[in-house]
């Protein structure tokens, strides 16, 4: 089970971590719906693009624009968060919607929680794999904490100042003391 | 001042509801404290050694009197009658239940305050010149930028999990009053030639283990363009900045590494598609934020009181007071009032409960209902009138916070220390305490003159020690005992630099004589009206080294007299250095 646009739903999709003693070039692809990490995507594109569905990962450490030109061959690309305090899985999910104009499914996955999944929404995310052992129908509830956001990110283009008329000192029926 | 508006409210409401149910979900063990933790740290709560400790954001130090009455009464209901100002301008209560926390963020948002982001590796609150508004040497007053910067960085959901914590601080006026150099990002708003407003940028300024002033990334960047350019600048550390070593994970370290040519390619480059994106800030928005900071109704008044005049002549301790505590305002008739939260004997920063209410009680008689916390952690009330000067000495008097002490040897700046902070390797509150004991004499504090004495416990160097005249820290000797190492020549504002260490540390007992023979140095060698950062900078640190480690300082291992209340035994005193926060 997965959360997808705001609902638990079911989920075949696959996630390859290599093992150890793995590589990405050795390594050998189960047939069906695997989301392989940029490494063996990279080490055996030339296979896996012939595939019917195509999914990959990005580790925090990698960089989106290794995938340049290539997004839309995705049905799905991943994030890895190893840790939810590692953040670079934001600017990741930023730049491959914003910069490389990824526009299928972008999935959180690894250490994913409640408690994040608002600011993932925002920044182009829309799956989430939550963790294995947290209860995925409370993590949903992270997605609806706020109903306002001050700043414009993925899912909102334009700054509130932009966006509605705020009520300045003369309307807020305060005065200048 | 700001006043929230329906969106402000609601985004400050919805934060304390989900605060709430974070704090259920970890009593009852849904969440573990490792997942607890940097959520409460985002809500201002760390774990201290005897309780938790709750930071509030006072943004860039501006409190209202009704939120001043607030403090007082969280004092009073959930800790233990006081609070703690702290020199980022925020406020801290010490002695808090975690249960407690939600009801607290419930009542604060009542007055519109909160405790976002006052920890964690986030982008921490905005801090900004205390004079804001009323200096005569303001350029632009900065309160209006760091208000939209607050707006802002509050909940920016790509930058809530840094490498690690960042301070952005913005100063307008031709004296740096902010510390921009030793900031991660640090702002001064300026006016170019063609008489447009803008803002020099400095990054990867900071203290703590590796102090370094900020490096210049961009000399003009329009105002309109300070929150995409910001933006750039946060994007390339969060994805650059080194997450593998906390203590080199600031983005000084990330500055120095690549330099601050390539450091600045990389944010252009980023910058490039969203420079005068939606982001892009609108003079609408601007003026909107602005009128919130226009000048109250001043009276047309003499430039100066003939009363205070007179009453100066006759009290002496008036007089002491008008010279230290009270500073020119621009407008004729009016002064900036200190109120020196540094009387010996007190811990620096901290007010009782009654006290807050005597200050908020003082701004709505004499100050238009406001008050600013200072980074060397004092309170100012920035609009009174010279003819109310007299009253409000005498009442400030009545409730200790009228000690004529500011800027002089025992406005001493202080970080938590061993008695509160996990991290600490020594005690700072009760050295400080037994430093101003021994120089409580006001004459010889005049004579001293100006002089910045800043103290940390640890490496972290949360009481700006690195910046003091004179700097002391604690550091870690494997042995369990307290030691400390000075430094002198350090500076803030706009010659700020960072201290220089004398030679090998000394014990708790020693130091106030080491305070001493850096003092008798200063005085043997300065010429005349110069103040003691002065003489440094002449003469350099050697004659104060040689001094100070001329002879043995011997000090009786006398037993400390509970210097601060409850460590009981100090004579068997060991630092309790448990987990991080
Ligand atoms: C239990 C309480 C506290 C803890 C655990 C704590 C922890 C820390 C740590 C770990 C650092 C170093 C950060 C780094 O190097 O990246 C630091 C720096 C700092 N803290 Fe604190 N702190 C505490 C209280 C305070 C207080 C009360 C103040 C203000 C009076 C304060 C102000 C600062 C400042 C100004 C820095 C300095 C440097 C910088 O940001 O570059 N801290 N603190
Ligand atoms: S300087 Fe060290 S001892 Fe002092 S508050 Fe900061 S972390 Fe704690």
């Keep these: ?177 | 001042m700001y006043k929230y508006d329906v969106y402000d409210h609601q985004i400050v409401d919805e934060r304390v509801a989900q605060y709430r149910d974070q704090v259920r979900r970890r009593l009852s063990d849904e969440l573990t404290e490792d997942e607890f933790r940097p959520l409460r740290l985002q809500n201002g709560l760390y774990m201290q050694i005897h309780a938790y400790m709750l930071r509030i954001a006072v943004p860039y130090g501006l409190v209202s009197s009704a939120q001043m009455r607030m403090f007082a009464h969280i004092a009073r209901k959930y800790d233990r009658g006081y609070g703690h100002f702290t020199t980022r301008q925020n406020l801290q209560f010490n002695w808090i239940k975690l249960e407690e926390t939600p009801d607290i963020l419930a009542d604060l948002a009542t007055v519109e305050m909160h405790g976002i982001q006052t920890s964690g590796n986030c982008i921490r609150n905005i801090t900004s010149d205390e004079y804001a508004g009323v200096a005569a040497d303001e350029i632009i007053d900065p309160r209006p930028y760091a208000e939209i910067l607050r707006q802002w960085s509050t909940f920016h959901p790509e930058f809530a999990y840094l490498p690690r914590k960042f301070k952005i601080a913005i100063n307008g006026a031709a004296e740096d009053r902010a510390a921009i150099a030793v900031h991660d990002i640090g702002l001064s708003v300026l006016k170019n030639e063609q008489g447009e407003i803008g803002f020099r940028v400095l990054v990867g300024g900071g203290t703590a283990r590796t102090p370094i002033i900020g490096s210049e990334i961009c000399d003009f960047l329009p105002w309109q363009h300070m929150l995409t350019y910001i933006e750039s600048i946060m994007r390339v550390y969060n994805q650059y900045g080194r997450r593998d070593n906390m203590y080199k994970s600031r983005i000084k370290i990330l500055v120095k590494a690549i330099g601050i040519e390539e450091f600045k390619r990389q944010v252009e480059a980023d910058w490039a598609d969203i420079k005068n994106g939606p982001g892009t800030l609108t003079v609408e928005e601007l003026n909107r934020v602005a009128a919130y900071f226009t000048a109250p109704v001043y009276e047309t008044l003499p430039a100066n009181d003939p009363g205070v005049a007179l009453y100066k002549t006759e009290n002496k301790a008036f007089a002491n007071w008008l010279q230290r505590n009270v500073k020119p305002h621009k407008i004729p008739g009016y002064a900036v009032v200190v109120l020196s939260l540094k009387k010996t004997g007190i811990a620096p920063g901290d007010a009782s409960a009654e006290q807050m209410d005597v200050v908020a009680d003082l701004a709505d008689r004499f100050s238009f209902g406001e008050l600013r916390v200072t980074h060397k952690q004092n309170l100012v009330l920035a609009d009174v009138k010279q003819s109310d000067l007299i009253s409000l000495w005498k009442e400030a008097a009545e409730h200790g916070m009228a000690s004529p002490n500011i800027g002089l040897l025992t406005d001493i700046i202080c970080c938590p220390g061993a008695d509160f902070c996990t991290l600490a390797f020594a005690r700072s509150i009760p050295l400080a305490k037994m430093i101003a004991e021994r120089f409580d004499n006001l004459d010889f504090q005049h004579d001293i003159g100006e002089i910045e004495l800043n103290m940390s416990g640890c490496v972290n160097a949360c009481g700006h020690n690195h910046v003091g005249h004179i700097g002391v820290i604690g550091v870690d000797k494997k042995d369990g005992g307290e030691w400390y190492q000075v430094s002198v020549g350090g500076a803030q504002g706009n010659d700020a630099a960072i201290g220089k260490i004398i030679g090998p540390s000394f014990n708790f007992q020693q130091m106030p004589e080491v305070i001493d023979r850096l003092l008798h140095v200063y005085v043997r060698e300065r010429l005349e009206e110069e103040l003691f950062i002065e003489t440094v900078n002449r003469i350099g640190v050697t004659p104060f080294k040689e001094y100070v480690y001329a002879t043995p300082i011997n000090v009786e291992d006398t037993v400390d007299k509970d210097a601060y209340g409850f460590i009981e035994k100090p004579d068997n005193y060991t630092v309790q250095r448990k987990s991080r926060f």
């Design chain 1, 1 to 177: 089970m997965i959360i997808k646009n705001k609902a638990v739903v079911s989920d075949d999709w696959t996630i390859l971590r290599l093992s150890e003693n793995e590589t990405p070039e050795s390594v050998t692809v189960p047939v069906g719906k695997i989301i392989v990490p940029l490494k063996v995507w990279q080490a055996q594109r030339a296979t896996l693009q012939n595939r019917a569905e195509r999914g990959v990962w990005l580790a925090s450490n990698e960089r989106p624009e290794e995938l340049k030109g290539e997004v839309e061959k995705f049905d799905v690309i991943a994030v890895d968060f190893p840790k939810f305090a590692d953040g670079r899985g934001y600017s990741i999910a930023y730049n491959l919607r914003a910069r490389l104009g990824y526009v299928g499914e972008l999935r959180a996955i690894g250490d994913v929680l409640r408690d994040q999944m608002f600011y993932m929404q925002r920044v182009g995310f829309d799956a989430f794999a939550p963790r294995p052992d947290k209860n995925i129908h409370d993590a949903l509830k992270g997605l609806t904490d706020f109903s306002e956001t001050y700043q414009t990110s993925l899912d909102q283009k334009l700054p509130l100042f932009r966006r509605v008329k705020r009520d300045g000192i003369a309307t807020a029926g305060s005065t200048n003391e």
